[in-house]
Nanobody, 120 residues
């Protein structure tokens, strides 16, 4: 009923760019917040970029000025444009959505992750 499907992960050179996509299949749920997270080997999952409940964006300090989060008009697809990639951006990237049901309950959903590797 609810699925998040990421795509776009790849091998990129330092200084290169990638664009990640997250298709949100959410049935009758509405979106409360959503964002991109990443987890590098041996590290905790961290927020990379996200939309707040009032539509504002926030970014991790490490990606400010390099990454841009966006959505399509219908909020069915979320994107992460990643420019000026660095080796330290290497991680599995996950999209997450906090959805609101018709009954008012809020639930978190995660995608399966997509691998981004930055290396020469």
């Amino acid at each position: 009923q609810v699925r998040l499907v990421e795509s776009g992960g790849d091998l990129a050179q330092p200084g290169g760019s990638l664009r990640l996509s997250c298709a949100v299949f959410r049935s009758s749920f509405s979106i409360y917040t959503m964002g991109w997270y990443r987890q590098a080997p041996g590290k905790q999952r961290e927020l990379v970029a996200g939309f707040t409940s009032d539509g504002n964006t926030n970014y991790a300090d490490s990606v400010k000025g390099r990454f841009t989060i966006s959505t399509d008009n219908a909020l069915n697809t979320m994107y992460l444009q990643m420019n000026s990639l660095k080796p330290e951006d290497t991680a599995v990237y996950y999209c997450k959505a906090r959805l609101t049901s018709i009954g008012g309950g809020r639930y978190d959903y995660w995608g399966q992750g997509t691998q981004v590797t930055v290396s020469s």
